[in-house]
Nanobody
Framework: VQLVESGGGLVRPGGSLRLSCAAS????????MNWLRQAPGKGLEWVAGIKSDHGRTYADSVKGRFTISRDNAKNTVYLQMNSLKPEDTAVYYCNADFEYWGKGTLVTVSS
């Protein structure tokens, strides 16, 4: 099983980024995919999830700003992040069924 995140980087407050997670080694189309994050010095926080039927849920802290989506033909899940805030600074992890994890991608929101 492999989950490989990409798309992190440095962005100014109010800016946008799109994270991608390429998956392999399991049945992606039937898996619930999640994004979680860990801010410096803090614990792991669940951010968003998308089920196999494309039903989506979000943490209150990102609702209205972040959008999770998936492309089952490409075995890829995305996280579109808009109106970014400094408190969104974290390592973002892709997760499948709360079982498989990627290595993470760093998002830094700073002026």
């Amino acid at each position: 099983v492999q989950l490989v995140e990409s798309g992190g980087g440095l962005v100014r407050p109010g800016g946008s980024l799109r994270l991608s997670c390429a998956a392999s080694g399991f049945t992606f189309s039937s898996s619930r995919m999640n994004w979680l994050r860990q801010a410096p010095g803090k614990g792991l926080e669940w951010v968003a999830g998308i089920k196999s039927d494309h039903g989506r849920t979000y943490a209150d802290s990102v609702k209205g700003r972040f959008t999770i989506s998936r492309d089952n033909a490409k075995n890829t899940v995305y996280l579109q992040m808009n109106s970014l805030k400094p408190e969104d600074t974290a390592v973002y992890y892709c997760n499948a069924d709360f079982e498989y994890w990627g290595k993470g991608t760093l998002v830094t929101v700073s002026s």
